[in-house]
């Protein structure tokens, strides 16, 4: 079996703290690739700033295309909507039966995981590895000694896609933030107007 992380993100753009995030899962994990599942929506999060799939699509390609061990996933973009992660999970499950399927999530997500749809099921079926955030709320006890729930010790990172598109809205360097190729893309293709 092949051992793979989801790392499930809007990628609204795909920037250096989601970059750096799935290196340290590849490296510091038995895991073997890295999958970037960029999602279509999040309940989330608002819908109005969002870039059209095909936009975020390119820049996350761009930004991982040297690393072999990253890969880009779109199954979310052609399952019915509204989608919920579990939904793609089992898709996946079955998609891709000779892998192993782990849950990548920052912690932020993890303080309101019992807001997510069949939350348990995915306790059930996966395993779930989990990055340090400065800015989650606190944690339910059952999360933090769930025997599928793994935290791991990392830097933490200052970075989000709202400081980008804010940067970006005040026409400020972004050479901090994202990788030169995902910069150019934007200044080519302007894809927030």
Request: net charge negative; hydrophobic share 35%; with cysteine.
């Amino acid at each position: 079996m092949k051992n793979v992380g989801l790392f499930f993100g809007s990628f609204n753009p795909i920037h250096f703290g989601h970059l750096a995030v799935a290196e340290f899962f590849n490296q510091q994990s038995e895991l073997e690739e890295v999958w970037m599942v960029i999602s279509p929506q999040n309940p989330f999060k608002n819908q109005d700033e969002l870039m059209e799939n095909h936009h975020r699509l390119a820049m996350v390609e761009l930004a991982i295309e040297n690393n072999p061990k990253f890969k880009t996933c779109i199954e979310e973009f052609n399952l019915p909507k509204p989608n919920y992660t579990i939904d793609t999970l089992q898709h996946m499950e079955t998609k891709y039966p000779d892998h192993q399927f782990t849950l990548l999530l920052g912690e932020d997500n993890v303080a309101y995981f019992d807001g997510w749809r069949d939350y348990e099921q995915i306790l059930d079926d996966f395993q779930i590895y989990v990055y340090p955030r400065s800015e989650s709320e606190k944690i339910k006890s059952e999360f933090l000694n769930h025997p599928k729930i793994k935290f791991f010790h990392a830097s933490l990172l200052e970075v989000s896609g709202t400081k980008i598109r804010e940067t970006i809205k005040n026409k400020k360097s972004l050479s901090d933030l994202i990788p030169t190729s995902v910069q150019d893309y934007i200044q080519k293709n302007n894809p927030y107007s």
